[in-house]
């Protein structure tokens, strides 16, 4: 389904008979960055998908255990802003910025977060490089702004909301060996994504149990006949709990596997 379509004659052929795997292409897209997001809520110190971070909880992963670390080293506060502000990182072709914000229950800002009294805690993070997949290159502008509610004393899960937004140039190379190449722009909308925080480092996996994170995405096509074409895609991912999640773009759905970052396409 064309949601919204530029320079084109739309009484022809849709723009998803033109180029068939154009949906398929933007799930894909959207799948990587979900699981960026919620790499960030999982672990939003030391992230799983940066493992030059260093440190045991860099190697985690949705199949690992995490620990939901909230103490960021080398980040001092700043007063003026509220926030502990961490150096910049450029490491295997991404520069990383990040700081963070912390309060109690009457909403007073903290200087450090306290496992006691901390109850909601904000990351501003921008990731800007080149990133590489299976079958995957591009350049890369993400930028998050997330607040988890529900840390106060012992907790066993936090709530996140929040936005961000995705810029990338994605170029998709199929086993046939076709490239097919992308721009995208993408608003994005985290909302009440419950995230379970392990008791113990054998608590086993926790993925996701509930919540939605949207793409709302303007992609052009760069190249071949269609150069130039523009339109836009909505994509949702639900989570339940599993580690499957559900993606929609319009009337296509598609199952992604949280612990590879693939999706499949439901018949």
Known sequence: MILGACGKD????SID?????????????AADGMAEDVDVMREPVFFPF??????????????GPGFGEFRPTNCPFDAATGRLVCPTISHFGITIT?????????????????ATTTAKANIQTSFVGTRSGDDWSGSVDRGKNL??????????QRTWNGTGHDKITRSHVTDAGETRTYDLDC??????????????????????LS?????????????????????????????????????????????IDLTTRRRFPRP
């Open 147 to 156: 607040t988890a509610t529900g840390l106060a004393g012992a907790e066993t």
């Open 17 to 29: 008979q033109l180029v068939p795997a154009l949906t398929s292409d933007v799930a894909q897209i």
């Open 10 to 13: 739309t009484t022809g052929p």
């Open 211 to 255: 919540g939605t994170i949207t793409r709302t995405c303007t992609v052009t096509i760069v190249g071949g006949p269609r150069d130039g074409t523009t339109v836009t895609r909505t994509a949702v991912v639900t989570f339940n709990g599993g580690s499957t999640a559900t993606l929609t773009i319009g009337d296509k759905t598609f199952t």
């Open 98 to 114: 990040r700081s963070y914000a912390f309060w109690d229950a009457a909403n007073a800002v903290q200087q450090a977060y306290d």
């Open 50 to 63: 940066m493992p030059f971070f260093g440190g045991a909880t860099a190697t985690a992963s949705f199949d």
């Open 187 to 208: 608003s994005v909308t985290v909302q009440d994504v419950v995230v379970p925080v392990p008791t113990s480092a054998t608590s086993g996996p926790h993925f996701p």
